[in-house]
């Protein structure tokens, strides 16, 4: 079945001041359907033709060489937006959909065996924030877990993601199932931020939705 553009779980300006409204407009419906688009024109009458996003993501290797390209950058594009709109959620969202403060539970656990601490220095959020300024050009930034629960931060280029780790090794980052991901292409900030990524980075930790990164990594792990 052809992808699809996805809904979001939240109206247009539901992030603001985060993410303003006219940047999630044109973000959504512009570069991620383009995506969408371009990924269901290279997959069209292909044996992934059918396959969910991320197996094509894994698996795209196995089209022919002309092919390989266009699936990339699409379909890796479809992947790193959806997941990106799936975990962000307003700051007043109700229960368990609210952006912002900090993971609890198992997920919380695994963040400070691997990174020492959520938000003390040297922890979780520094190491993302260094990872995120530390990406030259367009990128993402990724919390990837393996088996067993390890967690991982890295960051990619382009519309690259950690599921491609087979197919194009370590280009692809750090491997196992990325749970979030920070869109760092200028167009995902530039109207409210301009040259500064450091500002976006830390203003994104208010929509975070660590509800949802939790059910990623209890899946994940």
Avoid at 2 to 10: I, K, N, R, T, V
Avoid at 28 to 37: D, E, G, I, L, M
Avoid at 123 to 146: D, I, P
Wanted: charged share 20%.
């Amino acid at each position: 079945m052809p992808f699809e553009l996805p809904a979001l779980p939240y109206a247009d300006n539901a992030l603001e001041p985060t993410i303003d409204a006219k940047t999630m407009d044109i973000h959504r419906t512009k570069h991620h359907q383009a995506y969408v688009t371009n990924a269901n024109k290279a997959l069209e009458g292909t044996p992934l033709a059918s396959a969910s996003v991320e197996e094509v993501c894994r698996r795209f290797k196995e089209l022919p060489a002309d092919k390989h390209g266009p699936v990339r950058n699409n379909a890796g594009g479809h992947f790193n937006h959806t997941l990106f709109w799936n975990t962000m959620a307003p700051a007043s969202g109700g229960a368990g959909q609210r952006g912002g403060g900090a993971p609890t539970g198992d997920l919380a656990a695994a963040i400070n065996a691997s990174f020492g601490s959520f938000d003390a220095p040297g922890g979780f959020k520094e190491k993302w924030a260094a990872a995120a300024v530390a990406r030259f050009g367009s990128g993402w930034v990724w919390l990837c877990v393996h088996k067993g629960g390890k967690l991982e931060i890295c960051h990619t280029a382009n519309q690259d993601n950690p599921l491609m780790k087979d197919a194009i090794g370590d280009a692809a980052g750090c491997g196992g199932t990325p749970i979030l991901g920070l869109d760092v292409w200028e167009h995902a900030y530039y109207l409210n931020y301009q040259n500064r990524r450091p500002d976006y980075v830390t203003a994104w930790w208010n929509v975070v939705n660590w509800a949802k990164v939790g059910e990623g990594f209890a899946k994940g792990k």
